[in-house]
């Protein structure tokens, strides 16, 4: 069993984890109320984002092993554009992901 570390260091206490992890976050949920929508859309923007993120270094070396490599300059074009569209996909729905959490945590 660890302890929590409270201000300079000192314990607090055991940490005790619950022992039915499904049913804690069903309550949890619960008292969610009218912040369920959002905050599962944010969830989902959570896995989205995580994608989207992984699929540019993927991209980059497509980039470099099929285009830039070979000088197909038009390929080499077009997949850059491909990949900055990604990027700035990727921080709209950031942003956006961001901006529902703020609300849900505002919200009374």
């Known amino acids: 069993m660890s302890s929590i570390r409270g201000p300079r260091g000192m314990m607090k206490g055991p940490v005790v984890k619950p022992k039915n992890a499904k049913k804690t976050l069903y309550r949890i949920w619960s008292y969610m109320g009218k912040r369920k929508p959002p905050l599962a859309a944010a969830i989902i923007l959570v896995i989205v984002t995580s994608l989207l993120n992984l699929l540019g270094p ?22 850059s554009l491909i990949l900055a569209g990604i990027y700035i996909t990727t921080s709209l729905l950031t942003w956006l992901q961001t901006y529902l959490m703020v609300n849900v945590s505002f919200t009374t």
Do not use: A, N, Q, W
Request: aromatic content about 4%.
């Open 58 to 79: 993927y991209l980059i070396g497509v980039i470099i092993d099929e285009h830039i490599i070979p000088k197909d300059t038009s390929g080499t074009i077009r997949m």
